[in-house]
């Protein structure tokens, strides 16, 4: 039987955010196993990348020009992809791919130069639109088919990306996020609680919850303006936005009510600290700091879209809050928050879904499909 010896994985994205983070658990996974790993991205994110994977054996960074997507440059991005995609393959020499999508677009040029060498490929569907973005797909001449597999992390964005390629639903399997569960630490979580707290100038019991993401519209992060004056006024609650994005300046107007510590590597330690975590999404794949504040029995408001994932068990592990309209918006955040006595019940059934499908078991399955490419 053929084993996997090297493997190429490939960052199509412009940044770091759960697709690449979500990648990185992979990396790590499959270099503990031997494997030769060469983990390719835009080279402004070489150093970020190897900050966050720190030394492993068997791993290679390349920076690779082109290799980013676009959006911009619509139909000239796939070329500059497939090009730089090219280019790593006769480096590399590999015996298969892992491709993420952060958007289906994003991996049309990869996915010509890998099918061009007919290498064995699994591509991991993260955030899908509606459409599945099949027009745009269309515009470029389609997905190209590749030997291999493709997943995505959730049931809907399986079905949306199925869509999007022109697959019958059942060739786009579901593997679903998985976190790290730690267990309950009452000094870690007072600590966290007055180390924040004090840093952001707060008192010791002030109430504080967190949004954790890309300052953009899809993450909601225009919606966090009237949650926050309402929770400020009403509640007398700070809210604190960890990230950056193109939002950043505009939110920044708000003052005592809106903190902006931007973008931070301890978001487990700010799960810990608050009173509840804030989700007012527009789209999600499997967001994976839903998991982490389930791991930490942090309370969560989010939207429907947020947590489209989990269906109808969604209502059960959060409070969900219309966010159609500013009003219905400020009217179910402060009535969501402080968590009512039904509060307990959802943390608790939010902490057991995240340990069934923690990240040793995401891991096993995604190490399963990988050598599956190759055998």
């Known amino acids: 039987m053929t084993r996997l010896r090297r493997l190429l994985v ?30 390719a991205a835009e080279p402004a994110f070489i150093a970020p990348l190897a900050r966050r994977l720190g030394a492993l054996p068997g791993l290679r960074l390349h920076p690779a020009p082109g290799l980013g997507w676009d959006p911009a440059a619509f139909h000239q991005s796939p070329v500059a992809q497939a090009a730089a995609t090219a280019r790593l393959l006769a480096e590399t020499s590999p015996d298969a791919a892992l491709l993420p999508l952060p958007w289906p677009t994003a991996g049309v040029g990869p996915a010509r130069a890998l099918a061009a060498a007919a290498l064995p490929s699994l591509l991991v569907g993260h955030l899908v639109p509606a459409d599945g973005d099949a027009n745009a797909l269309r515009a470029l001449g389609g997905f190209p088919r590749l030997p291999g597999r493709v997943v995505a992390v959730s049931a809907a964005a399986a079905a949306r990306l199925a869509r999007g390629f022109g697959l019958a639903p059942g060739q786009v399997g579901t593997l679903p996020n998985g976190v790290p569960v730690p267990p309950e630490d009452p000094v870690a979580r007072r600590l966290a609680r007055q180390q924040k707290r004090q840093w952001l100038g707060l008192a010791p019991a002030a109430p504080m919850l967190v949004f954790a993401g890309r300052l953009d519209t899809q993450k909601g992060a225009d919606l966090l303006v009237p949650m926050a004056q309402a929770l400020w006024q009403r509640q007398g609650a700070t809210l604190v936005a960890l990230g950056q994005g193109e939002m950043l300046e505009q939110l920044a107007t708000l003052g005592e009510a809106l903190r902006l510590p931007g973008q931070v590597e301890d978001v ?77 019940a959802r943390v608790a059934a939010a902490w057991r879904y995240a340990a069934s499908h923690d990240q040793a078991m995401m891991l096993r399955r995604y190490l399963g499909l990988l050598r599956g490419l190759v055998a």
């Open 10 to 39: 490939l960052l199509p994205g412009r940044g770091i955010g759960g697709a690449e983070l979500h990648t990185l658990e992979i990396v790590r996974a499959v270099a503990a196993l031997g494997v030769q790993v060469g983990l």
């Open 268 to 344: 487990p330690a700010w799960l810990l600290a608050a009173d509840a975590l804030v989700m007012p999404s527009r789209l999600e794949g499997c967001p994976l700091v839903f998991l982490e504040a389930a791991a930490r029995r942090c309370p969560v408001l989010a939207s429907a879209a947020a947590l489209e994932c989990l269906g109808e068990a969604a209502a059960g592990m959060a409070s969900l809050i219309d966010i159609s309209t500013p009003g219905s918006l400020a009217t179910d955040v402060c009535e969501a928050f402080p968590p009512g006595p039904d509060g307990a």
